[in-house]
């Protein structure tokens, strides 16, 4: 089992940036891919960025390509959402998990127009 959490959240201006960080903890070696997922009220959860540990190849939704980068340090098992130029719509509970398996706290991003 691997243990999540995220820091980094808060509420901002539109077109400010905001960095998310994932700590992970426990069985690490197992997980192959993070992802941040994120769920705003009254919308289902829907993925938004994710990272190979082992190549580092990134992947992202349409709707923040662009605006977010994903990335990790491997040995401080830890990865990080840069969010750039955000938007009203990206307030959201963020959510860090690996390989869909174990998931951490959440933690709120409010972006206001």
């Known amino acids: 089992q691997v243990q999540l959490a995220e820091s980094g959240g808060g509420s901002v201006q539109a077109g400010d940036s905001l960095r998310l960080s994932c700590v992970a903890s426990?069985?690490?070696?197992?997980?192959?891919?993070t992802e941040w997922f994120r769920q705003a009220p009254g919308k289902e959860r829907e993925v938004v960025a994710g990272i190979y540990w082992t190549s580092g190849v990134t992947f992202y939704a349409d709707s923040v390509k662009g605006r977010f980068t994903i990335s990790r340090i491997l040995g401080k098992n830890t990865v990080y959402l840069q969010m750039d130029s955000l938007k009203p719509e990206d307030t959201a509970v963020y959510y860090c998990t690996a390989d869909e398996k174990d998931w951490g706290q959440g933690i709120q991003v409010t972006v206001s127009s």
């Open positions: 426990g069985h690490t070696y197992k997980t192959q891919v």
